[in-house]
């Protein structure tokens, strides 16, 4: 048996797995999840999303379970990859 060089192959921890499953999300779990992506904290969405620290958490928490995820950092990484697709933006370059 041969190990593959790649980490993320050895680990079976691709960031992206499959087809993506934010078709799952709602809209508003969309937004909040490409938030994730920018690093900030709780407090910060919060601010930005105009709702509780706490609201923040349990949608970030069902956003996790919803992608198949097991941590935030893992759900952070693919809404940075994604953010092409989800960007509602026109001018957005990034
Ligand atoms: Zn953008």
């Known amino acids: 048996m041969t190990m593959s060089t790649c980490a993320y192959r050895r680990l079976g921890a691709e960031p992206v797995h499959g087809s993506v499953r934010v078709d799952h999300l709602t809209d508003r779990e969309k937004e909040v999840f490409l938030l994730l992506g920018t690093g900030l904290g709780n407090r910060r969405l919060a601010n930005e999303l105009r709702i509780s620290e706490r609201t923040v958490k349990a949608h970030i928490a069902r956003i996790i379970e919803?992608?198949?995820?097991?941590?935030?950092?893992?759900?952070?990484?693919?809404?940075?990859?994604?953010?092409?697709?989800?960007?509602a933006d026109a001018d957005c370059t990034c």
Not at 66 to 87: E, I, P, S, Y
């Open 66 to 87: 919803k992608l198949g995820h097991q941590t935030r950092l893992q759900t952070a990484v693919l809404a940075v990859l994604v953010h092409d697709a989800l960007c």
